[in-house]
T-cell receptor
Framework: AQKITQTQPGMFVQEKEAVTLDCTYD???????LFWYKQPSSGEMIFLIY??????QNATEGRYSLNFQKARKSANLVISASQLGDSAMYFC?????????????FGAGTRLAVHP | EAGVTQFPSHSVIEKGQTVTLRCDPI?????LYWYRRVMGKEIKFLLH????????ESGMPNNRFLAERTGGTYSTLKVQPAELEDSGVYFC?????????????FGPGTRLTVL
């Protein structure tokens, strides 16, 4: 069965510093995709970054990068130069071949607080 | 372009009552998903529509939940009769097709409280 684990319920970071949010996953599928979503207090889920299981390079999107270590089954999100607006819940999610690349399974989320 | 919208944003009902949640996906998105997050738990998949057809409803908790997507546009999720454990946030998401990354775009959710 597929599973996403986010072991950090909450994280604190000083403004302008970098922070890493952990995500490990478990799947027997060879083909899968990993997503990170941000959920600010407004409630909507905002797509941040995607990593395919066959992508050899780590994904980057602006201040977001994904530290993908396939052998260790980890897909940590790195946010560089944190801003106050980065304070939110962050969810790691996966879609997988045996799920038709459709439904996402989510981790429990990490609440990030950025302090000035 | 308008994003995924959900109505209502909040609903408070009593146990045994009926509630209908609505989702309007992004125009042109054939794929529509329902998820929910109950207090303290992970976000869980409920079901997936492709146009008006249910592609996967493996996550629907029981037969008190009924989802429809008439005409392949907006979708409704009815809970009848509602139970206390149905309280949570219900998210709708839509996705265009099968090309590229094809991320799901989520709505703001409907917070359902069953008293």
């Amino acid at each position: 069965a597929q599973k996403i684990t986010q072991t950090q319920p909450g994280m604190f970071v000083q403004e302008k510093e970098a922070v890493t949010l952990d995500c490990t996953y478990d799947t027997s599928d060879q083909s899968y995709g990993l997503f990170w979503y941000k959920q600010p207090s407004s409630g909507e889920m905002i797509f941040l970054i995607y990593q395919g299981s066959y992508d050899e390079q780590n994904a980057t999107e602006g201040r977001y990068s994904l530290n993908f270590q396939k052998a260790r089954k980890s897909a940590n999100l790195v946010i560089s130069a944190s801003q106050l607006g980065d304070s939110a819940m962050y969810f790691c999610a996966m879609r997988f071949l045996s799920g038709g690349y459709n439904k996402l399974i989510f981790g429990a989320g990490t609440r990030l607080a950025v302090h000035p | 372009e308008a994003g995924v919208t959900q109505f209502p944003s909040h609903s408070v009902i009593e146990k045994g009552q009926t509630v209908t949640l609505r989702c309007d996906p992004i125009s042109g998105h054939d794929n529509l998903y329902w998820y929910r997050r109950v207090m303290g738990k992970e976000i869980k998949f409920l079901l997936h529509f492709v146009k008006e057809s249910k592609q996967d409803e493996s996550g629907m908790p029981n037969n008190r939940f009924l989802a429809e997507r008439t005409g392949g546009t907006y979708s409704t999720l009815k809970v009848q009769p509602a139970e206390l454990e149905d309280s949570g946030v219900y998210f709708c998401a839509s996705r265009e097709g099968t090309r590229g990354i094809n991320e799901q775009f989520f709505g703001p959710g409907t917070r359902l409280t069953v008293l």
